[in-house]
């Protein structure tokens, strides 16, 4: 399931709790020009009013929700059988 965020000043803030637990693609701005996206392949743990926690490798992370752009669920590889 892929999602396309828009953040706007009027609006309630987004939830990400249908993509807890779940591998994603999540395309954040970048921190500097706040413009140019990358990705982060992670699984997002949980979320406070501000921030998305994430899971990445190793490492826990917090992403500002102003600067997550989408959210796309990784497909899971079939089994041959």
Known sequence: MSHLVQHAPDRLPV??????DTPVVMRVA????????????CTI??????????????????ISKTMIL????IAEPRRRQ
């Open 15 to 20: 939830t990400y709790s249908s993509w807890y």
């Open 70 to 73: 989408a959210v796309e669920e």
């Open 30 to 41: 970048s921190a500097r020009t706040r413009r140019v996206p990358s990705e982060l392949r």
């Open 45 to 62: 743990t949980g979320e406070s009013d501000a921030s998305v926690h994430i899971h990445v490798g190793q490492r826990d992370r917090n």
